[in-house]
């Protein structure tokens, strides 16, 4: 029986396998490129999408296991600190090739959702499962302080 | 003047291009006829196993134990076969004595780098959950349980002997449980219970849950003695 499956708001109705990883229906079945495939054993965080608001690894998601969740990729993450992470990152350059980026905007985002203005150490305790090859570790970390003051400018 | 090229007299044989390209053809053909003669295909034999084989070891059943007369000897046998369990990679991996676990049977620190949290699930920005869920699942390898998480602090085990652990897990203060619930946790948990089903290419725990319980219950009942 097709599981139906609530993607970006939109509900698609998906004939595979329970056992297919998430990233694979995100991006072979429904085209939603914007996810990357890196290493597909939960060690990059390429993959990284928001399942009922956490950020999780979609290679290591099976296809029944949300089939009853809300999931948010890339290509339609929003709100206040999505817009601040997104204005951050372009204003520091942040992505070098591009790869990781998506893994570590969403990241990020969540983050920044769940701690408003994070420490260094915050910082290091929720990105450490994004691995970024070309090493743009220090720009993401001053573009995620970047985007905390701004949407803290917005709240005073 | 030797060097000079003589005028007429001496001059040197030539060669035209026909016997050069003769026998650079004829060269040509007989490495072709070496390299090339009717040989026996090689035989297919296999290649090494790329990943070893899962060794599963087994628990001596407590009835072995029955011919030790001594019941301080035969309490502390029973916890030192037990204790092949306790000290397994599958447990050891998530009794760490920092906030960070364990992984492999090398017991290398888990990658990502991740930290107990508040609950021993994770910190809130990066639970176990980000990647582990309630079953194993195979298609990224990554281990599963729905109770997935670190053992207290007090239960750490790494870096200890056999004997600091076993009176540790016997101190309430510490274990946070009587020998009763002790035995319970052993016997039922199933967070214990998934070192016996680790999934992947993971090594289990020796014996099984039964077995091992059994072994433990036995160790309670001839008078709980840790080894030294
Ligand atoms: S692709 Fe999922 S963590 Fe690397
Ligand atoms: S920008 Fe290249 S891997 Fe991160």
């Known amino acids: ?156 | 003047m030797r060097w000079r090229r003589s005028s007429g007299l001496s001059r040197r044989r030539r060669f035209g291009c026909l016997p050069i390209l003769a026998l650079t053809v004829a060269a040509i053909v007989l490495v072709s006829a070496i390299v090339l003669r009717p040989q026996p295909l090689p035989q297919a034999h296999s290649l090494p196993a790329s990943h070893p084989r899962i060794e599963i070891a087994h628990l001596r059943p407590v009835a072995a134990f029955a011919s030790i007369a001594d019941p301080q000897a035969r309490s502390l046998a029973l916890f030192e076969e037990a204790g092949r369990v306790i000290q397994h990679p599958r447990c050891m991996n998530c009794h760490p004595r920092t906030d960070r676990p364990t992984q492999t049977d090398a017991m290398r620190p888990h990658t990502p780098w991740v930290a107990r949290g508040p609950d021993g699930g994770g910190e809130p920005t990066l639970r176990c959950s980000t990647c582990h869920h309630d079953e194993n699942f195979e298609p990224s390898g990554v281990p599963g349980n729905p109770k997935w998480k670190l053992a207290p602090i007090g239960m750490a085990w790494q870096g200890k002997t056999l004997g600091e652990i076993c009176r540790q897990i016997l101190d309430p203060a510490r274990a946070h449980m009587g020998r009763e619930e002790l035995l319970h946790h052993l016997a039922e948990d199933e967070l214990v219970g998934w070192a016996w089903h680790p999934g992947g290419e993971r090594t289990p725990a020796p014996g099984t849950q039964a077995e091992f319980a059994a072994l433990i219950k036995a160790w309670l009942d001839t008078g709980a003695k840790c080894p030294a």
């Open chain 1, 1 to 156: 029986m097709p599981y139906s499956l609530s993607v970006n708001g939109q509900v698609h109705s998906i004939d595979e396998d329970g056992q297919t990883p998430l990233l694979w229906v995100l991006r072979d079945t429904l085209k939603l490129t914007g996810t990357k495939y890196g290493c597909g054993v939960a060690q990059c965080g390429a993959c990284t999408v928001h399942v009922d608001g956490q950020p999780m690894r979609s290679c290591s998601l099976a296809l029944e296991a949300v089939a009853s969740a809300q999931i948010v990729t890339i290509e339609a993450v929003e709100g206040a600190e999505t817009k601040a992470i997104q204005d951050a990152w372009i204003a520091r350059d942040v992505p070098q090739c591009g790869f990781c980026q998506s893994g570590q905007v969403m990241s990020a985002v969540a983050l920044l959702r769940a701690i408003p203005a994070p420490t260094d150490d915050d910082v290091d305790i929720a990105m450490s499962g994004n691995i970024c090859r070309c090493a743009t570790y220090n720009r993401i970390r001053a573009a995620i302080h970047d985007a905390a003051g701004v949407l803290g400018s917005g709240r005073s």
